[in-house]
Each structure stands twice: as structure tokens, then as C-alpha cells.
């Protein structure tokens, strides 16, 4: 069938694809092989100009990049054009830090001298998804290619336009050809390239499924791995929290990219003396979204990326309000062409909804009364799910604690849940293993060597 591009906002298919043959695919494996023995003898000093002048063509090209974005996977305009921004600062993190973080660290030892070289591993392939379709790459692409890797691009389906233009960005950029290649293979032939002697490690970013079924394949084959997988990220508010603040937080977090975001606020736990306010507050502001064309500035609400994921998430509100939750607004598609689903908000959702152990992909906010601060901490960690958090607080040494005791890979105290290139990222539990950006990311597809000398 190949790669379909449709507009999310009209539901037209604007460009196919087709899918590459196996002597397509063979050829780019080889071509990285070569590739890969040049790359990883560059100095750092080169590498780093390489990844500036990178940052320096996202920013030139950001405007049409950005409308690449919106018309391919439907986030509003003005989120595309950040989206571009912070690819080229990660670009440019990894030009300014990656040599020092990769620098050989002498340890003590009975040798003359002793010292962890962090060498490259080689072709790293990335399997990604489509709901931030430059980040997402550039995430993984700017600290493996900084470390000497390669990269392999196994993008998602329905987002080729963004795939073959970040490849070509790399080549505007002047870096070595096939460095970075995107594949336009088919999810069946992932295994295949994953178990190839000539791939030696793999990331992705999706649902938990799709890295249940990588993890196992880079398993067999000796392989590392990263995996950033769902997530259902508590949002708890706290009876001494600025309500005002953390209502203005919560519709970003929530609604941003259409609730598609594995790190978006998902699970509103609120504790008894403030939950009918902060509800009453969240659905004021909720009710000023304006769903509409991704395209034009007036609109605060984009549509879903795809009307078979608006289907679903319509099914799990169904659901829920049948188990015994209450609509407070929304909760129903929009008439009319695209994918576009009302902002949504379910209240005293329950252990018996869909909607309180499952991930909400789309945007719908789940309201969870809990019994007071404990209970709402029990309640954030009753999930498969641990990814990141937040806690809603005036008393931020307090809201410090309670980070500590939610089970989480990031814990934010009266902030909203963000990817930073300074700050290491990822999950535990079903959310994933291993960690993207800082100093904890571009080591992670790295030989930690040990050299003893005497």
C-alpha cells in the first residue's frame, strides 16, 4: 500500500509513497556501513560544526517545515514552528556539550593509568512516531550522531513528508552522505533490519506494544536498546495550590498537540478541599478552545492526527461515562471533515473506567478525586505507566517530597511536564527504559570502555 500523507484537518490524501524493495533497503544498510567507518574517526570539532550549521538550516527552512507538520500529522501552526525551534536548540546542546560529555574519564586504579573511552557503537536505527515528528527524531538523531553513531529513520506511516525532509536536512546541513537516512520500509520488516549484524542498536518511541515487540527482537539479537513508550501522567493539585496557575498549566499540558503527547497531563487528581474550584476553573478555560483549521492563528484546538485514533478514544469516553463517569464538557467528535473531537473533560472517573488505568491519546482530561494527599500519591502510582508527574503546590519544599514518592522518570513541582535538552528524559515501569537528552542520553548508544595501562 505504501505511505499515505493525508491532511488531518480535511481527511484528503495529499501524496503517496511507495515502499522500498529489499535491494532498496539493502543498499541504504550497506551505505551506512561505509558511512559509519568515516563518521565515527571525525573529530568532535567537526561534528559539532556540522550540528550548528544543522540548527541553522531548521531555522531557515522553519516556516516550511512547520506547514510540513501541520498539513501532515494536523498540530497548529504555531506548535509546529516551536517544534522546529526546539530541534535546532537540541542541535545546537549537543555542539556546544557533546565532547565534554564523551571525554575520556580517568579512574584510580592499580594501573599506571586508567581511564573510560566512550566510543561509538555504530548504525543505530530509530523507529518513531507522529506526534512530534522533527523532535522526536532530533532527540535521538543530534547526541547519536554527535557520539559517531549513525542513524537509521523508521518513521511512522503517516508522516513520509517530515521523514525524507529531515534526511534532507542533514544534507543541506553538509554532513557526510548516508550519515542519516530514512528507511520507507514497512513496520514488518523492522525485525529484520533490527536483527541485520550491520545495526547495532535500536530506540523507539511509541506505544507500549510496539517496544514490547522491539525490546524482545533486540533481545534475541544481542542488541541495545532505548524505549520511551505511553504514558498517563498524574497532574495532582494539592488544597494549598495556586489554583489559577495550575488551571492555566493544566489546559496546556492537556490540550497541546490535540492531547497527543506521551508526557501530556492526563490524570487530574485533586484532593478534597480544592477539587470542585479547580474542576469549576479547568472547565472555564476548556470551553475557550477553539477547534479549527491547524493552519490559521485564531485556532487553539487542532485536530487528531488520524480519524481512526478519534474512533477509538471516542469509544474509551463512551465507556467510561457508562462505568459511571460524567461528561463535564465535551466528550463527542466534531461534525464535519478531519479528526477533529471536542476538549473533553471526565469527572469521578473510577477504578471501573476505561479511562483510569488506560492512556488517553487525544483531548480528553480525566478528573480523580482523591481522599486526601496520601490517596492522591496511591492513586498516581496505581498505574502501569510511569513516564513523568507533576504536583500542584504553594509549598515547594513539601512539593519536593511528594516528588520523591511518585514513581516516575521526571517529577516536575508546580510545572508542566516537558522534554529539555539539559534534563534527562524517559520512563519506568510500561513507559519505557534507558533516557533521551543531558549527558544520560548521548552515552547511552556509546561503548563504555575500559583502557588499563601500565
Same mark, same amino acid.
Given at each position: ?185 514497512? #513496520? ?6 533490527? @536483527?541485520?549484524?550491520?545495526?547495532? *542498536?535500536?530506540? &523507539?518511541?511509541?506505544? /507500549? =506494544? +510496539? ?117 463535564? #464538557? ?6 464535519? @471533515?478531519?479528526?477533529?473531537?471536542? *476538549?473533553?473533560? &471526565?469527572?469521578?472517573? /473510577? =477504578? +471501573? ?102
Amino acid at each position: 500500500m505504501g505511505y499515505l500523507s493525508t491532511n488531518p484537518a480535511t481527511g484528503k490524501v495529499t501524496q503517496r509513497f511507495d515502499l522500498w524493495d529489499n535491494d532498496q533497503l539493502e543498499n541504504a544498510l550497506a551505505c551506512a556501513t561505509v558511512a559509519g567507518r568515516a563518521w565515527s574517526a571525525t573529530h568532535f570539532d567537526e561534528r559539532a560544526r556540522l550540528m550548528k550549521a544543522l540548527a541553522a538550516q531548521l531555522r531557515a527552512d522553519k516556516e516550511r517545515l512547520a506547514r510540513c507538520i501541520t498539513f501532515e500529522m494536523g498540530k497548529l501552526i504555531g506548535e509546529a514552528r516551536t517544534e522546529i525551534e526546539k530541534c535546532a536548540a537540541v542541535c545546537e546542546y549537543y555542539a556546544e556539550h557533546g565532547a565534554g560529555f564523551l571525554a575520556d574519564e580517568l579512574i584510580a586504579s592499580d594501573a599506571s593509568r586508567s581511564f573510560v573511552a566512550y566510543q561509538p557503537l555504530g548504525a543505530v536505527l530509530a523507529v518513531m512516531p507522529w506526534n512530534f515528528p522533527f523532535w522526536q527524531v532530533m532527540r535521538f538523531a543530534a547526541p547519536a550522531l554527535m557520539a559517531g553513531n549513525v542513524g537509521l529513520l523508521k518513521h511512522a506511516s503517516n508522516v513520509p513528508q517530515c521523514a525524507l525532509a529531515i534526511e534532507q536536512l542533514f544534507d543541506d546541513a553538509g554532513f557526510p552522505a548516508n550519515v542519516f537516512q530514512t528507511l520507507l520500509i514497512p #513496520v514488518s520488516q523492522v525485525a529484520d533490519v533490527i @536483527a541485520d549484524e550491520r545495526v547495532h *542498536a535500536v530506540t &523507539l518511541t511509541g506505544s /507500549t =506494544p +510496539a517496544g514490547q515487540k522491539v525490546a524482545s527482537c533486540a533481545g534475541q539479537n544481542i542488541k541495545k536498546s532505548v524505549l520511551e513508550l505511553g504514558g498517563s501522567d498524574p497532574f495532582i493539585v494539592l488544597d494549598d495550590a495556586d489554583i489559577d496557575w495550575a488551571v492555566e498549566n493544566a489546559v496546556k499540558s492537556r490540550y497541546l498537540n490535540a492531547g497527543q503527547s506521551c508526557i501530556a497531563a492526563k490524570r487530574f487528581i485533586v484532593t478534597p478541599g480544592i477539587g470542585d474550584q479547580f474542576v469549576a476553573k479547568f472547565k472555564a478555560a476548556v470551553e475557550q478552545l477553539t477547534p479549527g483549521d491547524p493552519m490559521s492563528e485564531q485556532s487553539t484546538l487542532a485536530p487528531m492526527a488520524r480519524v481512526d485514533l478519534r474512533d477509538a478514544l471516542h469509544q474509551q469516553v463512551i465507556d467510561s461515562i457508562s462505568a459511571g463517569a460524567s461528561a463535564v #464538557v465535551g466528550c463527542a467528535p466534531i461534525a464535519g @471533515a478531519g479528526a477533529f473531537y471536542e *476538549a473533553s473533560i &471526565l469527572d469521578h472517573v /473510577t =477504578p +471501573a473506567c476505561r479511562a483510569y488505568a488506560e492512556e488517553l491519546f487525544g483531548p480528553v482530561a480525566i478528573i480523580i478525586r482523591a481522599k486526601d494527599e496520601d490517596d492522591a500519591i496511591n492513586i498516581a502510582n496505581a498505574s502501569e505507566f510511569g513516564l513523568g508527574g507533576s504536583v500542584w503546590t504553594q509549598n515547594s519544599g513539601h512539593g519536593a517530597q511528594l516528588a520523591r514518592r511518585i514513581e516516575a522518570g521526571a517529577v516536575f513541582v508546580n510545572g508542566m511536564v516537558k522534554s529539555d535538552p539539559r534534563l534527562p528524559f524517559g520512563g519506568i515501569k510500561q513507559s519505557g527504559y534507558g533516557r533521551e537528552l543531558a549527558q544520560h542520553g548521548i552515552r547511552e548508544f556509546v561503548n563504555a570502555k575500559t583502557i588499563w595501562i601500565r
